[in-house]
């Protein structure tokens, strides 16, 4: 199914969704064009699952208010710095921090993907003390092969993923350029699926790629095509990040104020379009 970014967030991202998962690692790869529909249309989520290292996606719906948990490893621009939105959110208050591990996200999807009941985490582990902080998702349990305690983790399976690819063909199978991080992992795991791609695929293109960078067209909700979507992060295979783009938002967003600001110059102000 191919839809506008309009039309795919109004029918397949219900207010109050359970578990929305933002594809997307570091500055590269986010799914821009469907996050701003979500901040233009007031579309929240009760849970937003990252991947490992997540940026700009997940500080835009944090500092607009809707989400009231974050489930993550990490949100921030790297060599730019912290995520303005998300740390204050954090130190407020305002939004709970569960906080994950890369493993527990990796595996967690694994575990999802393929209906397990949760996931073996690797030893050592166990000795940190993201467990202890986040006892929703770990638990410790004994081996029944070994009779060693081993630490685990619950299965995450969102209940829509929004991921960027290269490329999609007229019956929906997608790929990925690039590295594609944890995004079909995340695909795998959801009930809904909606991927944002840059453009259609060429004659034969799709047949050409490795199997483990296709996602075929039966796991994916809707497509919608949105050339230069991933702005201001990077699109592998396609352009690379704005930084000064970047630098602008984390300018801006240092204080609320500034926040609204960004929010009012980019075109997302919500519309009161709730359908």
Known sequence: MFLSSAEAIGRLVPEGTGLLAVGGMHMHNNPMELVRELVRRRRGARRLLTSPSASLAADLLIGAGLVDEVATAYIGFEHLGLAP???????????????????AIVHGLYAGAGGLPFTALPAGLELSDVSSANPEH??????????????????LRPDVALIHALAADELGNVFFAGAHFTDRLMAMAAKTVIVQVERMANAGEIAAQPAESVLPGFLVTAVVVAPRGCLPTAS???????????????????????????????????TGVTA
């Open 85 to 103: 939105a998300y740390r204050r959110a954090a130190e407020s208050g305002t939004v709970t921090v569960l906080e994950l591990c890369e493993a």
């Open 138 to 155: 770990f638990h410790t349990i004994t081996d029944p092969f070994t009779g060693v305690r081993v630490l685990v983790a619950a299965p």
């Open 236 to 270: 592998h295979r396609a352009y690379g990040y704005d930084e000064p783009a970047l630098r602008s938002y984390l300018k801006l967003a240092r204080t609320e104020d500034g926040f609204a600001e960004y929010l009012q110059i980019n075109g997302m102000v919500a």
